[in-house]
């Protein structure tokens, strides 16, 4: 009896140091969180871009100071929510959080216990049964914002991580071809020079180019990005609906991941959006005309289109974004500064 639980010991204490470069579920629902080690050391203020959090939020959920120096195998707390722990797999590009399997756990009650369908469980596991065994790391989520490949490499000394990582710079590296398409289009430049060059005659030839590229832009999709008025003309605000880009957000492409911010906000004006409902954010790290989700403490969410960067200005120190003052009123906020969620697709 006693070889067996100091082999069960044994066991528990490899479980423990593998675990360090995985995301581990710890907690107790509804204060779930992750414990993250740092690889090098860095600011929370790195961390919190990697994470998405907010560095006030942070630094009072760990205790530290916002601007506290995190030395390499310092553990810093992620807070774990609906709107970071992504139920839906995204060819394997963000990094999985895990669960370790404790006395009385089964498949049937982690696929109730965190919304997942028993499929999903199989599949993300590579189970051929439903049997798990005590302390086996089982796969419930993944985390938002974290790519797989960028945590696994914050700890390069295990050999498992260090077949991810020369897997994920294949992955990276492969996209690289994407230069090659650049010198294609290149090349098409050079083959209309040479038959311009080679006719004398200056009249025909010279009309047949300018006719071709005035053509083109015309009928290229230009033209079907006309039927976005259209459809906008079809809109009718509604009490409780996400505004005027609520439907294109919606209609986001299934290529795309999820992407998840949290932190504080303030307002700008504007005089869009009391009427339209066109909601307006200004935010730093997201392209121009991406249609994001703001949602406020009070569960309200509206949709809105991104301008452009957050402008530095005067008491705007520590703020993720702005939104225009219509959307403020929409989601019920007063305050002059205020916490939000940003959800998108990129």
């Known amino acids: 009896m ?18 360090q470069d995985r995301l581990v579920l710890m907690g107790k629902a509804p204060a779930l969180y992750v414990s993250y080690t740092v690889g090098a050391e860095t600011s929370l203020k790195n961390i919190s871009n990697q994470f998405g959090q907010s560095v006030t939020k942070l630094a009072s959920y760990n205790g530290i100071t916002l601007n ?18 992504l139920r839906t797999k995204s060819d394997g590009a963000n990094a999985p959080v895990y669960h370790i399997v404790e006395k009385g756990d089964n498949l049937y009650r982690l696929s109730k216990n965190n919304n997942i369908t028993l499929a999903n469980l199989r599949e993300w596991n590579e189970l051929k049964s439903d049997a798990i065994r005590l ?30 990582t020369e897997e994920t710079t294949v992955a990276k590296t492969e996209p690289k071809p994407e230069t090659k398409t650049a010198i294609k289009k290149e090349e098409p430049k050079t083959q209309p020079e040479e038959p ?9 030839p010279a009309k047949e180019p300018l006719k071709i ?34 439907a294109v957000y919606a209609g986001h492409g299934k290529d795309k991941s999820q992407q998840f911010h949290s932190g504080d906000a303030a307002t700008f004006k504007t005089i869009s959006g009391w009427a339209d409902r066109k909601y ?24 809105a289109k991104v301008l452009g960067p957050l402008q ?9 974004l702005r939104i225009s003052n219509s959307a403020a009123s929409t989601l019920g906020i007063s305050d002059p500064k205020f916490t939000v969620t940003v959800t998108y697709f990129e």
Not at 76 to 81: L, R
Not at 216 to 233: D, G, H, L, R
Not at 312 to 320: A, F, I, P, V
């Open 2 to 19: 006693m070889k067996q639980l100091s082999w069960l010991a044994a066991c528990l204490c490899v479980l423990g140091a593998s675990a």
């Open 68 to 85: 506290a120096l995190l030395h390499k195998g310092a553990q810093v707390k992620i807070p774990v929510t609906e709107y970071n722990l």
């Open 135 to 164: 302390g086996q790391p089982v796969i419930i989520g993944f985390m938002a914002n974290v790519k797989a490949g960028e945590f696994r490499a914050a700890e390069p000394k295990k050999e498992d991580p260090k077949k991810t």
């Open 196 to 204: 311009a060059a080679k006719p004398e005659i200056k009249n025909q």
């Open 213 to 246: 590229p005035a053509e083109t832009p015309v009928s290229a999709p230009e033209k079907k990005i006309v039927p976005a008025p259209a459809t906008a003309a079809e809109y009718l605000p509604k009490d409780g609906d996400e505004g005027y880009f609520a």
């Open 280 to 303: 307006y954010v200004l935010i730093n790290d997201v392209a121009p005309e991406t249609i994001v989700r703001i949602t406020a403490p009070n569960n309200r969410s509206i949709c």
């Open 312 to 320: 530095e200005t005067k008491g705007g120190n520590g703020l993720l």
